[in-house]
């Protein structure tokens, strides 16, 4: 249940407002939000995942010969369309998390929202069509990058950026369901970003075959929404995709992104109903 301080008193207009001009009525105002602050964001979302491309990429890469990468590719080339994956990830459960919370019990700043004709079901549609927003434009500039230096094998890593979209919006939507149960300070997140995002980062594929793991490790890599699209992501890049997987894979994502949205706009409405 809500707090009384989580609630304060708003009312609604009653009017409507077509559920496609309200979702980007909430995109604009997090648009003004966004450039005066994207200097916040700019390093962990874009230059982080640079940095570990090159780092990794053309540091490390230099010591491992080109036979011992599956598919006989570089290691940056191999490294690319994963870590592209990965900082998707990365973004969508930094901005799932402590942003929801604080636009509930901080700022609250839906509740100023949901005292117009938006509701809270366009908020939630606002908030997710600025986040695949934000993925498309870090990823185009991860990919720039990376294809200077080598790490994009062909126009076929387009369909890679478009697969990074959807593997960050089929873990966000778990997280902003729970973002939006969470009345304390969120210490509930240490605990997410610690065993789930980190691990899942190392370990679903990103900077070596999941084949590599331990047997009995290979399946917690399995059920990751991570593997999933680093698989697509590198089918894509390398052209190797074939129907079936394919299939599976997005199948599995977008189940993710369905019971994920379908949790996060319920919890909305709930605790957005005065």
Do not use: C
């Not at 100023?112 to 600025?130: D, E, K, M, N, Y």
């Amino acid at each position: 249940m809500t707090t009384t301080t989580d609630r304060p008193a708003t009312r609604s207009t009653g009017r409507v407002v077509g559920s496609v001009r309200a979702s980007l009525l909430v995109v604009e105002g997090q648009w003004v939000w966004y450039r005066r602050n994207w200097r916040a964001t700019v390093f962990s979302s874009v230059v982080t995942p640079i940095l570990f491309l090159l780092s990794l990429g053309l540091g490390l890469g230099t010591q491992i010969k080109a036979g011992a990468v599956p598919g006989g590719s570089t290691y940056i080339a191999f490294l690319a369309p994963a870590l592209l994956v990965s900082a998707a990830v990365q973004t969508a459960a930094m901005e799932s998390t402590y942003p929801i919370l604080s636009a509930f019990k901080w700022q609250k700043t839906f509740w100023g929202i949901v005292s117009t004709p938006i509701t809270a079901g366009q908020i939630l549609a606002g908030r997710f069509v600025w986040l695949a927003g934000r993925l498309l434009f870090s990823g185009a500039v991860f990919l720039v990058v990376a294809a200077f230096f080598g790490g994009v094998p062909g126009p076929s890593a387009v369909v890679s950026l478009l697969v990074s979209v959807l593997t960050g919006l089929a873990f966000a939507a778990p997280i902003i369901a729970f973002a939006a149960t969470i009345e304390n300070e969120g210490q509930q997140f240490n605990l997410l970003f610690r065993f789930i995002v980190v691990p899942m980062t190392l370990f679903a594929g990103t900077f070596f075959p999941v084949s590599q793991l331990p047997v009995f490790v290979q399946p917690l890599a399995w059920v990751t929404p991570l593997w999933h699209g680093t698989e697509l992501s590198r089918g894509a890049a390398f052209g190797t995709l074939e129907v079936l997987p394919v299939l599976g894979h997005l199948a599995y994502l977008v189940l993710w992104v369905g019971v994920g949205v379908a949790l996060a706009r319920w919890r909305f409405r709930v605790r957005l109903t005065v």
